[in-house]
Each structure stands twice: as structure tokens, then as C-alpha cells.
């Protein structure tokens, strides 16, 4: 079927309407849409209104591409910010998908696309962070398709190609001024294509060649397109221009919180985390399947490098190679500050789907030459296996761990689970039927800061009182109006106030997302 991938792309959407409303909020959501809203009063203002700028923090040093269409979306067809958020980030998700299967098809042919595709859907992470993440979502579906307006560029650097390159590089910082990456991916495949001229003695040629004042000119149109597009959208840019992105980027990779972790059973500063910390989260948050055809295609792609490294097209590898590999040394040796499992890395999860797409494309070939289809069949197969949790874990897939993370019991002593904090839409509707039965309004402590606090409250009774407690509490005495302690593990506030009767605990496979403890030994009624 030509241009499938744009089929399934529609298939997801469709698909996306009915599950997006499963959705709890994640931690800084309601942050993001009010931003986005602000941004919008900016700009209907003649850049008069200057809340975002005041009124929300440091949240200015965001770029507005995702926040600010929905904002316009809801302030013209809803009665509030958040009603068609998690659709919308789905569909950002969704849309990755028809960049790596055209890379895959460049990569290694249609099978590679097939599986590359099919590895990506079927990753929990990447499809439970698609209803919840309206950051780092949309970021890593604008770098696939930056990477695939890198590889256009370098296949054929026409100035058409060149403006694409441009818009895609734009778009891309607009939604998160970390997506400048993409960037560095983009002179690594200069150089190596350089590199390649070198080895084969054709530099100066294929400089003569490529070099032309028309290629100049379109890399100086992919330049200004960028810079136009993100100042274009971003309020805090207006302001300086120049500067201001620049000064946005050092602080995003500099970044100054420490938090504490759960990691491997310790609790650890994120600016002390270790070197492996990275690609040991990479591995765990991955189906064992997917994860060995990725190993797979990492060992095909750099023997098949090394074999090809003087022919065209060899960057396409090493391209896809440099993206999943260069984030992961960059940590090891910057040791930036990093936190919440993979998320600041999800953009690396398409180039993992697509050596896991070639490492499963390449076995199902050999096999298919003695028994016919019998390879495929088994290659996708082993990537379906991942299926069943992405619908037992619903509406938590991005909690998923693989097998070699232990026991699911006590996952939470190990590793962070629930730290969006969306189980809380869960335990406020368990309480909304609890108030409702008790024929009174109950006061909950709740696990969260004033920041976050609309993980709960936006799905709490509206006579519901609420009181904010975050963090470990240890000595310290529930008042006795309180009548429901609810938290999630992170931060160890499941242990707080062991002394409360436990009401129920909100699981998934398992994995412990939330404890709900109450001021009597009520047994919940469903």
C-alpha cells in the first residue's frame, strides 16, 4: 500500500480520540496551558500582556509550538485548557511515525520501515508519554523528522530541501529550545560525509561539487528560517532576539534543581546520578524484544558502517547511529542533570525503533530464505509481545519496566514509577465516591505542592477540601480533620504516616502508582 505510514497515522488518531480521556494530568500540565493562554493574550494584545512573563516562573524559557495552538484551540471551542490536550499530544506522537518509516525505507528498504514503525508503537514509553507529555513528545517528533530533512539535505542539497530543513529545524526548537540538537546532528553528517571524501580521495571534487552558490545559499536560508520560525512563536525571544534563545539553551542544559531520585533502591541527587544511569533507564524502560533488536541493529548498523563508510548512502547509518549514541556519551560525560527516567531523552527513542527495525528486518530476511515468511511473521511477533501491557498498564504505560528490573511488587523502592503524578485522576475519583457515601465533604492530604496540585483537584468533588504535603514527613502528626492521605511513591511520600489505616493502593501490573490511606479502617467500596 503506498504511503501506508500516512495511513496508520490516521488509524492512530482515530484511535487516540476515545483512549485520550483515560488520561490523568501530568505534574506541570496545568502550568503549560495557562502559559499557553497567556501567550496567546500576548499576542491579541499587540504584545501588550505580559503575564506569561511574570505570572508563571521560569516557564518563559519554553518554547510555545504545542502550548500555544492548543491554547487558541480551547479559548475558541471549549470551556476550558485542558479538555483535548492529551488528544493533541497524542497526535503529536502519532506523527512520528511517518518519519521513521520514511528513514527506515532510506535505512534498510520497506521491511526496515515496517518494523521500525511497528517497534515504536508498540514502545509503552513512547505511547504512554504521548498522552501526557506535551514537552518532550512533540520534541521528539520534531528531531525524526529533522533527522529525516538532514538526510533530504544530504542525499540532494537543493534550496527547496534546504528551506524544508529550515522549517523543520524552527518548528522544532519553537516546541523545546533543546530540540538545537538537531543541529549538532546536522554538522556531524557534514562531516562525515567530508570524512567519506577523504577516505576516498575525493574531497576537493565533491567540495567543487557540492559547494555552489546555490548550497551556500540554502545554508544560509535554513539558518534564517530557524531563527525567524522560533522567535516567530516565542514571546521571551521578542524581547531579545538574539540573546534570549541562546541564554534559554545554556540554562536548559544547566539545569540548577537537584532532585532526588530512585534509582537501583537509592534515593539520589539527580545532578550525582552516575554515568550509567542513562542507558541502564533505556534498557529497563524497553520490552526485552525490542530491546535486543535494538542491539541487533546497533551491531549490523556499525558493521555495516565500517563496510560501507566510502559509499553514497552510508550516512544514513551513521546518522541514525550518532542520534541514539551521541545523547548517551554527552551524559556520560557532561553529567548533566537528569531526571524522571528517560524523559529529557524520549527524542532517542525513534532511533532506537529503527535499529530495532533493522535488526529485525535483517534477521527475518536470513529466515524467510529457508521457510517463506516465517522470519517476519516471528520478528513481529517478538515486538507484539510488548502489546498486552500497553493495555493492562492503561492509562500508565510509561511506568513500564522490562523483567530485569525485579519484582513489580516493590518496584517502587528501586526505581521511580508514577512520577507524572497522573494516578492521582484515579484516587480523586475513588474519593469523589467515598465523599458521595459519606454524605459529607471529606478533606484529602494530598502528595503535591501548589504547582501540581491540579493533578488532583481538576478531577476532585468541587466541595472536596484539600490540603498539599509534599515530600517525606517523618514525626510528623496527620491533623485529625484530615480524613484520606493519598500519595504517590515519589519522593518516598508512600511512607508517610504509616500509622493511617490503608485504604487501598492504585496498581498496574503490579507496579505500586499510588497509597491511599484513611483516618478509619473503611474498606473501599467499588
Partial sequence: MPHWEWVLFGLCALLALPISRGYGMAWDEAQHAVYGSFV???FRSGFQDMRWRTDLGELYNYGTLFDLPSAIFHRTFSENLFEWRAFFMALAGAFALPAVAKIGRRLGGESVA???????????????????????????TGVAWSVLGILMVLEKPTPGRFCLLGTIFGLTLSVRIGGAVVGVFFVSGLLFCALRSVMRG???????????????????????????????FWPHAHQNPFWNPIESFRQSTAFPISYPVQYMGKSIPSAELPWHYLPVMLFLTMPVFTALWVAAGLVLG????????????????????????FPVVFVWIKKPNVYDGVRHFLFVLPAMALLAGLGAARAAEWLNRRKDM???????ATLAFAAPDLVSLHPYQYVFYNVFAGDRQTLHERFETDYWATSYREAAELLNREQARAGRPVTVAVGLNQLSASCFTVFGAKDMRVALLLGPAPGVVMPPEVDFYTAIPRYQMWQNFPTMPLFTEIRRNGVLLNTVRSREPISPQR
Avoid: H
Wanted: hydrophobic residues 60%.
Fill in 202 to 232: 575525493s574531497l576537493a571534487g565533491d567540495l567543487k561539487t557540492v559547494v555552489t552558490r546555490r548550497t551556500v545559499l540554502g545554508f544560509a536560508l535554513t539558518g534564517l528560517l530557524t531563527w525567524v520560525i522560533l522567535v516567530a
Fill in 302 to 325: 556499525l558493521i555495516g558502517l565500517w563496510l560501507k563508510r566510502r559509499e553514497a548512502g552510508s550516512e544514513r547509518i551513521f546518522l541514525v547511529l550518532f542520534w541514539l549514541i
Fill in 40 to 42: 496567546w493574550d500576548y
Fill in 374 to 380: 516465517l522470519g517476519s511473521a516471528g520478528a513481529a
Fill in 114 to 140: 515496517i518494523f521500525a514503525t511497528l517497534a515504536l508503537l508498540l514502545m509503552p514509553q513512547f505511547v504512554g508519554q504521548s498522552f501526557i507529555n506535551c514537552k518532550d513528545i512533540p520534541l521528539a
